[in-house]
């Protein structure tokens, strides 16, 4: 685990690396070092077991898990630690992502994983997630959050062609 890691973001597969490339460099943007895991629910069902419980000892606050069809992953991780877990269904299959939604979100009660949004979209959202969740008990990323969210307001109304007409 990378030292002073506060984020397991844990990837079922390397094809899986291309879907969430942004939320990793939105969480270096925000300044979170994470543990980048390529780990299996199904491949390597050991060493996810292992991570999950090693997890909250090892000073992790947050696991991210993306992860392709029958996705598995963020619910397995989630069984074996109580810290938060947000799980980003990924389009890496035949079915694009519902196969993976579906079989991430419907976790059964007492056990939730927060699910983001299918593919790259999810994995922005989890990260900007991770972010408020950390905030909580850290004033200068709550800073580092309003200025995202006025960035993100000053994007889109610059691309509103309404606002170009104006010469705003
Ligand atoms: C899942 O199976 C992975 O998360 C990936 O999305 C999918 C396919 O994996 P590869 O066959 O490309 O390694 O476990």
């Known amino acids: 685990m990378a030292h002073k890691a506060v984020v397991g973001f ?68 989630a069984s074996r630690t109580t810290l938060p877990v947000i799980g ?4 890496s299959s035949e079915l694009k992502g519902l196969d993976s939604l579906l079989s991430t979100v419907q976790m059964p009660s007492g056990i939730p994983v927060a699910t983001v949004a299918i593919g790259e979209s999810g994995a922005v959202n989890a990260a900007v997630l991770t972010a408020e969740i950390l905030a909580l008990s ?25 606002s170009r007409e104006a010469g705003k």
């Open 10 to 77: 844990l990837v079922g597969s390397k094809s899986d690396l291309k879907f969430v490339e942004k939320g990793l460099r939105l969480l270096e943007e925000f300044g979170i070092p994470y543990d980048l895991q390529v780990i299996s629910a199904h491949r390597t069902p050991d060493r996810a077991a292992q991570y999950a419980q090693d997890a909250e000892a090892a000073g992790l606050k947050v696991i991210i898990a993306a992860a392709g069809a029958a996705a598995h992953l963020a619910g397995a991780i």
């Open 138 to 162: 850290d004033s200068a990323l709550a800073e580092k959050l309003r200025r995202y969210r006025k960035k993100l307001a000053r994007k889109a109304s610059r691309d509103n062609p309404a």
């Open 88 to 91: 980003v269904p990924i389009p």
